[in-house]
């Protein structure tokens, strides 16, 4: 690998969207393969199907949670608020997430019905609680990771 492309992977790699990015899909997919017994779409004929399912939700994860990391670093004014977390930026990371999946569960669910739940649902609303429980747990978690990756690239400059 030559001198530019290695410094522009560095940047690639070190960037705190790329890392966001990266374990939101890591750890949005576990909690998708644990809670999809609990949707519709798991009864799809074939694994292909249930597998694409899984991937397609991963995948949306992953990108409401890049989204809800640009937004903070416009509120913050800075790209690298992961390295200084704070209570604040935490809960408002975590409460933009949460505030799309809640919305959008309704939409799916009661509006388009694109798809149903068969557990956890909450009462009066008709939307599965674990959609909302995976957004006030998993976001604490991949700022962590995020941030801890991030400061392990800036220390070996």
């Known amino acids: 690998m030559n001198k530019s492309s290695s410094r522009w992977a560095y940047r690639v790699l070190s960037a705190p ?12 997919f576990v909690y998708e393969v644990w809670q999809s017994p609990y949707f519709d779409f798991y009864g799809r004929p074939t694994l292909a199907e249930k597998i694409a399912a899984i ?29 200084r977390l704070s209570w604040r930026s935490v809960l408002t990371f975590t409460g933009l997430g949460w505030g799309y999946t809640f919305f959008s569960e309704i939409y799916r669910i009661r509006i388009a019905s694109l798809y149903g739940v068969s557990g956890f649902v909450l009462p009066g609303i008709g939307i599965s609680l674990l959609p909302l ?8 978690l991949i700022l962590y990771l995020s941030q801890k990756q991030v400061l392990g690239y800036r220390r070996g400059e």
Do not use: K, M
């Open 133 to 140: 429980i995976q957004w006030l747990v998993i976001p604490p």
């Open 55 to 83: 991937n397609h939700c991963t995948f949306g994860d992953g990108v409401i949670t890049l989204i809800c990391g640009i937004l903070v670093s416009r509120l913050y004014r800075e790209r690298d608020w992961i390295l």
């Open 17 to 28: 969207e790329t890392n966001l990015f990266i374990f939101a899909l890591l750890l949005h």
